[in-house]
């Protein structure tokens, strides 16, 4: 089967900064793809790329066959970029669910608005996915009355009523509080089982290696390994990767989990 | 602690809790000040009130005499003066919705990234602020007929009075925009907005949101500015109504404290109704 994401020789300078290195990466369908990495190892930045809230500097970017060159111009690329996010759904770490909106309208909102699918279908849209996250209950409240767990699991069934081709995970739980991941790491290994294609930048190493089906490594702008999580995290080829499986083990151990 | 110091407690302190003692204190403290505040102005008011009361004559040693109000006139003329308000109002009401539309449509030219179109903004904002009010109002009434252009009275002072707000409000409806963070924009392209999408379904609403109090604050102010389109002489609001009176039969100052008092009572009313608008959006459901 394709590919539904394929990037080749991805590159991205921030200014003279070089931080993205000629990035290759597929992503199959239902596929569970976890990219670890350092902070600022690039890793946010290359799936941000993805759905080009990023603009790549080069490289080529296909999404379910629809295929991007970096640095396009004019209406037609335009059309491209807004083809490919509808194909992605982007679960950002902040959240970014509409204040002013209630919890239902802040799901319906892409269905209604971009979709321009009727309000009545667009609510057994949004109900059936909040459903799936969990949040079913607090349906007609507004986010500023949720806790972040919630406030994310949202999120995701924001995303997911667009119906995408592939989720794209943002370091979804790195804004929460400690006791609030669980609850949504145990949505998004729900949404794995599924069968959701998922690319996930993440620091949750018991996720990646528990639930994705293969681990990207990334240091400063390179992919320096990929494998699947049994040998990532038990064999890892690259002294990086070692650096960082090491300290994430050194990080269990110790008393104070931060 | 035994019984018996907690009985002996309780007899000298009663059974509230330190915390509970403290915030009754403040509470006590800011009730005294309150009520010091208010016995201050009914004593300024009252004290006007003798001031306008009319009283003439020596109590013991001391002659007093006070301004003198011709209250004859006053009942004459207080319903024409009075029936001035709703032109007030209305021209207010006009003239705002005009300039919170100005307002954010100059806010997205400020922030727009096409040099026209962001020209045309700054340009408009400069000349306005530039010049003053009264000049501008005179130029609706008086200028603009010389070139052939003659507007209804009502819609010159609407026109001169909300192209002028909508000149200081684009502020307001900038710092509204620019307070949407830059998360909200990403999710709403995200999910596969366009930009007009983004700016009309997320961006706008809550920059509006934002600018609810201030508008108010801007509409109290936009009640008093009013009064200077009577000075062409076509809008027979409560400024017009009042200085007509008063001049015709020499009694400006009972004319005159008449539309004071008008528009002071409108002044306090709507800084109510804007002071429980402000607290409700301040809690901030939505």
């Given at each position: 089967?394709?590919?539904i994401?394929?990037i080749?020789n991805?590159d ?15 992503v199959?369908?239902?596929?569970v ?5 350092r ?5 946010s930045?290359?799936?941000?790329c993805i759905n080009?809230?990023?603009?790549p500097?080069g ?5 379910d ?12 690329h ?5 083809e ?20 239902v ?5 892409g ?11 667009a ?9 799936r ?13 949720l ?16 119906e ?7 370091e ?5 509080d400690?006791?609030?991941i669980?609850e949504?790491l ?6 794995a089982e ?28 390179v ?10 995290f038990?064999n890892?080829k690259?002294r990086?990767?070692q650096?960082?499986i ?13 | ?10 007899e ?13 204190a ?7 000040f ?6 201050s ?5 009252i004290f ?16 007093i005499?006070t301004i ?6 006053i009942?004459e ?8 308000i ?10 705002i919705?005009?300039a919170?539309i ?13 040099p ?11 000349l ?6 009264y ?7 008086l ?9 209804p ?6 026109l ?8 200081y409000?684009?502020?307001?409806f900038r710092a ?7 998360g ?8 596969g ?6 700016m ?14 201030p ?15 009577s ?6 609001e ?17 004319a005159?404290v ?6 002071w ?9 804007q ?12």
């Amino acid at each position: 089967m394709a590919s539904i994401i394929r990037i080749s020789n991805l590159d991205k300078f921030f200014g003279r900064l070089q931080v993205l290195k000629q990035i290759s990466l597929e992503v199959e369908p239902k596929e569970v793809v976890c990219l670890i990495g350092r902070s600022g190892s690039g890793k946010s930045t290359l799936l941000r790329c993805i759905n080009f809230l990023e603009e790549p500097s080069g490289g080529i970017i296909e999404v379910d066959g629809l295929q991007v060159k970096a640095g396009g111009k004019g209406k037609q690329h335009r059309q491209l970029v807004h083809e490919v996010r509808l194909k992605t759904g982007m679960v950002f770490q902040e959240f970014n669910l509409f204040p002013h909106m209630s919890v239902v309208e802040n799901v319906m909102e892409g269905p209604v608005t971009v979709k321009k699918m009727d309000r009545g279908k667009a609510v057994k849209i949004a109900e059936m996915n909040l459903e799936r996250v969990g949040m079913s209950e607090k349906r007609d409240e507004y986010p500023n009355r949720l806790s972040g767990g919630q406030k994310q699991r949202i999120a995701i069934a924001r995303a997911l009523a667009m119906e995408p081709k592939v989720m794209l995970f943002d370091e979804p739980t790195s804004a929460l509080d400690p006791e609030l991941i669980g609850e949504v790491l145990a949505v998004m290994k729900k949404l794995a089982e599924d069968g959701t294609t998922m690319l996930v930048v993440t620091h949750e190493m018991g996720f990646a290696r528990d639930v994705s089906d293969r681990v990207l490594v990334l240091s400063e702008g390179v992919l320096v390994e990929e494998g699947d999580p049994e040998q990532i995290f038990n064999n890892p080829k690259d002294r990086r990767t070692q650096a960082l499986i090491e300290r994430y083990r050194m990080d269990r151990q110790s008393p104070n989990p931060n | 602690m035994d019984s018996m110091d907690t009985k002996e407690i309780i007899e000298q302190y009663g059974t509230k809790s330190q915390a509970d003692l403290m915030y009754e204190a403040q509470l006590r403290a800011k009730w005294k000040f309150r009520t010091n505040v208010v016995i201050s102005w009914v004593a300024m008011l009252i004290f006007l009130l003798f001031l306008f009361s009319g009283i003439n004559g020596s109590f013991g040693g001391f002659s007093i005499k006070t301004i003198h109000l011709d209250f004859q006139f006053i009942r004459e003329n207080l319903a024409f003066v009075a029936g001035g308000i709703a032109q007030t109002i209305l021209i207010s009401f006009l003239s705002i919705g005009l300039a919170i539309i100005l307002a954010l449509l100059t806010a997205l030219g400020r922030i727009s990234n096409i040099p026209p179109i962001y020209a045309i903004c700054t340009f408009y904002v400069s000349l306005i602020r530039g010049t003053p009010l009264y000049l501008q109002i005179f130029f609706f009434f008086l200028a603009l007929p010389q070139l052939g252009i003659v507007l209804p009275g009502l819609w010159a002072g609407v026109l001169a009075l909300g192209l002028n707000y909508g000149a200081y409000m684009s502020e307001i409806f900038r710092a509204g925009l620019s307070s949407v963070s830059k998360g909200q924009r990403e999710a709403a392209l995200a999910i596969g907005m366009t930009s007009a999408q983004m700016m009309g379904r997320i961006v706008v609403p809550q920059a509006l949101r934002f600018a609810i109090p201030p508008i108010g604050n801007e509409f109290i102010a936009m009640l008093k500015d009013s009064a200077l389109v009577s000075a062409t002489g076509f809008v027979h609001e409560l400024m017009w109504r009042s200085t007509k009176v008063g001049r015709a039969s020499f009694r400006n100052l009972e004319a005159l404290v008449m539309a004071a008092i008008f528009y002071w009572a409108m002044t306090l009313i709507f800084s109510t109704v804007q002071g429980q608008m402000e607290t409700r959006m301040s809690k901030g459901d939505r």
